[in-house]
């Protein structure tokens, strides 16, 4: 097997990396310096939910698997990249949107949702993001799928003011399989592969309920 190209799905992680409302922001700062210490060592503080980054079942339901007791195959697999980038703001992302992918859907593919919403990034549009809503995200996991993600800073609506949002049901109806949610990805439309290879293993943290992951698609000869 060879790797042609290797795209980076990922955000950048800073002390402007934009989080969900209330998170822990992203803090770098220097622990050691060359000038003082001979080395440079960085002391970093950040949510779990940091950047680019996947949810465990155990981040809405305490009787699920936490990061770290999960597969590792969750986190690797083919890619099918779902085209919803009409769905807009606050649109809902339907079984209509997935039509033409259903017959490349079985267990062990990973669900790309391309909304294209990650132009939004780091400005208040990005949390009116669209979102999958629970019969579309009810029949990819009838095919199997258990690892589903998003170019936006969730899977579900982000409810605010005028928006109270439903209650984050694909995050249930994911934790109630040990199912992955992937927040915050982007670049999507990078991707030229019909079927890349997606890679999204998170940090080992014990006992966590999601960790920052470095994601990649993976286009290979």
């Known amino acids: 097997m060879k790797?042609?190209?290797v795209v980076d799905l990922s955000v950048p992680l800073t002390a402007e990396t934009q989080v969900y409302p209330g998170d822990p922001e992203v803090r770098f700062t220097p622990h050691s310096t060359v000038d003082a210490d001979g080395f440079n060592l960085?002391?970093?503080?950040?949510?779990s939910q940091s950047g680019t980054h996947v949810d465990a079942p155990y981040h809405f339901d305490d009787a699920t698997p936490r990061i770290d007791e999960l597969p590792l195959e969750r986190f690797?697999?083919?890619g099918v990249i779902v085209d919803a980038r009409e769905a807009g703001e606050r649109?809902?992302?339907t079984p209509a949107h997935l039509a033409p992918v259903l017959p490349r859907l079985e267990p062990g593919v990973i669900v790309l949702l391309h909304t294209g919403w990650s132009a939004h990034y780091g400005t208040e549009r990005y949390f009116a993001h669209p979102y999958l809503d629970r019969e579309a995200c009810a029949l990819l996991l009838e095919h199997?799928?258990?690892t589903i993600g998003i170019d936006a800073i969730n899977l579900d609506e982000t409810p605010?003011?005028?928006?109270?949002?439903e209650g984050f049901p694909?995050?249930?109806l994911l934790a109630e399989v040990a199912g992955v949610i992937i927040e915050n990805m982007t670049n999507l439309a990078a991707i030229r592969s019909a079927e890349p290879l997606i890679s999204v293993l998170p940090l080992a943290f014990v006992g966590a309920d999601g960790a920052p992951v470095r994601a990649v698609a993976l286009e290979v000869d």
């Open 3 to 5: 790797i042609d190209r």
């Open 160 to 165: 605010d003011e005028t928006h109270p949002g």
């Open 42 to 47: 960085l002391s970093v503080a950040m949510g």
């Open 76 to 78: 690797v697999g083919r």
């Open 144 to 146: 199997g799928v258990r």
């Open 91 to 93: 649109g809902r992302i």
């Open 170 to 172: 694909c995050h249930h």
